[in-house]
């Protein structure tokens, strides 16, 4: 039986007290919501936080609040079943909800969080494993060893970036507060991902996401398609995400198809984007768009499936997620 190591738990009640006990914690300390993935890589000793942080007790962090006119902001703990339940979301964020389904169980996603899923941890074939497995190969660069055993001779690590919300947000142009006790900043989060299996984050340590917030839906609509083994529940080794916004006669005015699943951070097709914008959404136009998804598609072997494969699933799936974009 794997065990968690020893931690001290602290569980703040307003974001000040977080941020101030993840100040005096240093580089030991680590937030963690629903521990769906912080505590299973503790038990595999690829995190090992002195202090873990919970933030499930803060309570701006559990709020849905605005409208579709407007834009809705999210807080970063609320779980993906709440997601998954809720009308306003289902009613005019339906995309969102589609992707949250597709993710875990739903014993997990009554844990698990939004704001858990967009800060997850990249996914290697040679990393998600036990202590004793990855000692039986000397470790690899993301923790503990020193060559990559998926490209070795590489100074980068390829883990990939594995979370299904991840690659919806960056299409939709969700925008992602942080807070410490530095302050506050607001980013977009096409820019919050490095393309980088270990320093997968353009994030400092200590930043508390607090909130994520999706602009208001005049015109646009979007949509996810997964790839994964098992269709109960698995990772994603190829997920696409669609938004695309049209015009009056239905010419398509904004267009972008984000990849997530085949690499360290999300890979948006600005090829795809071209080749849809100032057309209609019909078939000649989604085909040319899914074959520079095809083209952009460069997945590694260090997940599920064969990397060709997955690399041609790309047309396909984009095919899938533009047609289920229906402006009629
Ligand atoms: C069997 C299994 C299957 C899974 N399947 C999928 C899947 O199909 N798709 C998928 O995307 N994920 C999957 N997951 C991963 C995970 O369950 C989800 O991604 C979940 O949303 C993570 O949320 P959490 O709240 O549990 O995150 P946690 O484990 O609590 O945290 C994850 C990371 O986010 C950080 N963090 C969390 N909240 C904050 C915050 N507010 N501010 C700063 N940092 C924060 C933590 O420090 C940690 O680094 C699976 C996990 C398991 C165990
Ligand atoms: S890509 Fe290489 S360095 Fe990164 S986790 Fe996999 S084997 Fe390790």
């Known amino acids: 039986m794997m065990r968690l190591p020893k931690f001290d738990y602290r569980l703040p009640r307003t974001i000040a007290e977080a941020v101030k006990i993840m100040a005096n914690s240093g580089p030991e300390g680590q937030f963690v919501a ?6 299973p890589n503790m038990k595999r ?21 605005g409208d579709a006119n407007s834009g809705i902001r999210i807080g970063a ?15 005019d964020y339906p995309f969102l909800a589609q992707a949250a389904r597709t993710i875990s169980t739903p014993i997990l996603r009554n844990m698990g969080t939004i704001g858990g899923n967009l800060l997850l941890d990249t996914r290697c074939n040679y990393y998600d ?22 490209a070795p001779g590489s100074s980068k690590c390829w883990a990939v ?3 299904d919300l991840v690659p919806v947000m960056v299409a939709v142009g969700a925008k992602l507060r942080f807070v410490s ?30 909130d994520i ?10 949509s996810y398609q ?28 904004q267009a972008r198809i984000v990849l997530g699943g085949i690499a360290p951070s999300p890979v948006a097709v600005h090829e795809a984007s071209q080749a849809l914008i100032g057309g209609p959404l019909d078939d000649k136009h989604i085909e040319t768009a899914a074959e520079a998804a095809y083209v952009k598609a460069r997945p590694l072997d260090n997940t599920d499936f064969v990397y060709n494969w997955r690399k041609q699933m790309a047309r396909q799936y984009t095919i899938r997620a533009l047609t289920d974009l229906t402006f009629s």
């Not at 703990?77 to 009613?91: A, G």
């Not at 917030?213 to 979007?222: E, V, Y």
């Not at 529940?233 to 696409?240: A, C, E, S």
Request: aromatic share 8%.
């Open 226 to 253: 997964k790839l994964r083994r098992r269709g109960a529940f698995d990772f994603p080794v190829l997920g696409v995400a669609a938004f695309v916004s049209v015009d009056r006669s239905k010419m398509v005015q």
């Open 45 to 65: 000793r690829q995190q090992m936080p002195q202090t873990v942080i919970s933030v499930m007790r803060l309570p701006e962090l559990h709020q849905i609040s």
């Open 213 to 222: 917030q999706l602009p208001p839906t005049n015109g646009w609509r979007a």
């Open 34 to 39: 629903g521990g769906t993935d912080l505590y």
């Open 77 to 91: 703990s609320v779980t993906l079943t709440e997601i998954c339940e809720h009308p306003l979301i289902n009613q």
């Open 181 to 210: 006790t530095l302050g506050e900043r607001l980013i977009e989060a096409a820019g919050l991902y490095n393309d980088d299996g270990i320093d997968y984050l353009h994030k400092r340590q200590d930043e508390l996401l607090i």
């Open 129 to 150: 494993q036990n202590y004793e497995w990855r000692k039986g190969i000397n470790f690899c660069l993301k923790k503990d060893g020193d060559v990559c055993w998926v």
């Open 161 to 163: 970036q594995s979370a």
